[in-house]
């Protein structure tokens, strides 16, 4: 399956009697019933690995667009109206600067990688912690309490899997602790922020800015408020959309359903 | 007033320092710029006044190489074209219209490795990236195998096998059109230009030929190109620099945050504050 579709319910299921294997493109499986599938005797597996790099780079791209005003400075450039580029337009410096990743998995801890080559303090939640060989090679801290890396973080960056745990994770009372000077950078799910709660914190300067890779739905509602906000950069979720990846991500499915039909254990499975 | 101005701190190139101005201030001690580029001075007329002049090379560094992996990533994962996908009212689009490509183990060739960039080196090394060099000069081994940067003698060798090609150099007799028709030819049809190089303020000329850049990204000699700087800045609003949807124009962003502008600042009063005591100047810049 391609982009959570087809959709995978019950009408489905009951009607590929033969089906044995659904092979999901990407990392997520939220989007999949994993009971209801594993009921019809049917197997699951996914593409964990091969897209991380591309995602770690696509959150390092984010911060950078929105931090030194990338798109905004584009549209300047290029603008009919432009006759000369104004000299006190100013962005953010991101060397040196502290960057909060929430979910430390294999995404998270390359981002990290990627930041300590910034001269970036970086601070992290997860979980569970890291071990100190894995902390001191990216040289990340670890915070116990979400609250204390939303209180000292210049970039807050989302890679966390979108569980119910991980829902609106990050609301109101989060946004709330974060600096005004904060950007937040999702390349997770859309689910996992509050959206109705960070329209109203752009809108009200509760925080600086924000740079979406994923929002729900997918695609928003063309009226949606997120879409006029300046402070705002959405892409459309294309964290893996890289042409070597996502051949590297049709060679595992195809390896999957080759050993899911063939009754041999499935690489990538998802239990 | 002007008996009584003994340092300048020039903001860009203003005010503009001509004999007549030097003669008004007979007790003007130092003139300190902003920024690294000289060349809106006349230093020898300034020096023959007994007035020293120093720049701010160390603020620049950082700020600049984040611009160049800016536009690296921004251009590499189409983030400017995804961008008015994801905002604008009810576009189609194909997975063709969004898909990058790969910067994680790319071969990124650096032109100019001064300290803007091995800066570049070493946020590309935390990419995995395969970094080659070009420089007037060689670097020392232990600063090569830092970043895991290898030497290219000839400019040619590094444009045939880099995937993006980063161009940090200062604008010079030497370097004027570095990149031009030839050069792009000898890139890979599916390689990345970038330009973040310093320019001039009073000569014409770039060190990107911007003609033939044009004419090699229409017809797919590269596939892309981000330039922060172009010749001249803004471009003329008819230009097809503006129009071509593999180009990525950024408004001289170079140094332009919170932090770098204030890093310049105080550089230049350390500057300004050492000349008016007598003591040596930490960033002086003598006439040649």
Not at chain 1, 75 to 93: H, K, M, N, R
Not at chain 1, 101 to 110: D, P
Not at chain 1, 214 to 241: C, F, M, Q, W
Not at chain 2, 177 to 201: D, Q, V, W
Request: proline share 5%.
């Amino acid at each position: 399956m391609w982009y959570h579709r087809p959709v995978i319910n019950e009408e489905l299921l009951q009607s590929l009697p033969n089906l044995k294997i659904v092979a999901s493109s990407g990392v997520g499986i939220d989007h999949l019933d994993l009971k209801l599938i594993s009921s019809y005797g049917v197997k699951v597996s996914n593409t964990p690995f091969v897209v991380s790099t591309d995602t770690a780079d696509l959150g390092m791209a984010l911060m950078l667009a929105s931090s030194r005003r990338l798109v905004e400075g584009y549209q300047i450039a290029v603008s009919p109206d432009t006759e000369y580029f104004p000299a006190d337009w100013l962005g953010a410096e991101v060397s040196g600067a502290t960057l909060g990743i929430v979910g430390m998995g294999t995404i998270g801890y390359k981002v990290a990688e990627r930041a300590k080559a910034f001269e970036m303090k970086i601070l992290y939640h997860n979980r569970n912690r890291r071990n100190k060989e894995e902390e001191s090679a990216v040289g990340a801290i670890y915070c116990k309490k979400i609250d204390d890396l939303l209180q000292q973080s210049d970039f807050v960056l989302l890679s966390v899997n979108l569980t119910p745990q991980t829902h609106k994770l990050i609301g109101k009372r989060e946004l709330e602790l974060m600096k005004p000077t904060a950007t937040l950078i999702n390349t997770s799910r859309g689910l996992v922020v509050d959206q109705d709660a960070l329209v109203e914190a752009l809108q009200n300067k509760v925080i600086k800015a924000a740079a979406l890779d994923v929002t729900y739905p997918e695609p928003l509602p063309r009226d949606h408020p997120l879409l006029k906000l300046k402070n705002v950069i959405i892409t459309p979720h294309i964290g893996s959309a890289t042409k070597k990846t996502r051949r590297l991500m049709m060679e595992n499915m195809m390896e999957s359903i080759q050993a899911g039909l063939a009754g041999l254990p499935i690489p990538n499975e998802v239990l | 007033m002007s008996k009584k101005v003994q340092a300048i701190y020039l903001w860009w190139h203003k005010p503009v320092i001509d004999q007549e101005l030097l003669q008004s201030l007979p007790n003007l001690k130092v003139i300190a710029n902003s920024g690294v580029g000289m060349d809106h001075l006349d230093l020898k007329l300034v020096a023959s006044f007994g007035v020293k002049m120093a720049n701010a090379p160390r603020a620049v560094s950082s700020s600049t190489a984040d611009t160049g992996m800016a536009l690296l990533l921004a251009s590499a994962r189409r983030l400017v074209e995804g961008y008015h996908i994801a905002m604008s009212s009810g576009m189609e689009y194909c997975e063709a219209d969004i898909l990058g490509v790969k910067v994680t183990g790319a071969t990124l060739g650096i032109i100019g490795m001064g300290s803007i960039g091995y800066k570049i080196a070493l946020r590309a090394k935390a990419f995995e990236m395969n970094i080659l060099y070009h420089n007037r000069t060689r670097r020392k081994e232990q600063e090569e195998q830092a970043v895991g940067a290898t030497y290219c003698e000839t400019i040619d060798s590094l444009l045939q096998r880099a995937d993006f090609v980063m161009v940090v150099v200062s604008l010079t007799p030497q370097t004027h059109k570095l990149i031009g028709k030839r050069e792009m030819e000898l890139m890979k049809p599916t390689a990345t230009l970038i330009n973040i190089s310093r320019h001039s303020y009073s000569k014409p000329g770039a060190v990107v030929d911007q003609e033939a850049l044009v004419t090699a990204l229409q017809t797919g000699v590269i596939r892309a190109a981000a330039l922060d700087v172009t010749y001249p800045e803004p471009l003329p609003r008819d230009h097809t620099l503006l129009k071509l949807k593999n180009v990525i124009i950024t408004p001289h962003l170079g140094i332009k945050t919170d932090k770098a502008t204030y890093m310049i600042t105080e550089e230049a009063v350390e500057n300004i504050l050492a000349a008016l005591n007598g003591l040596p100047i930490p960033s002086e810049v003598l006439p040649s």
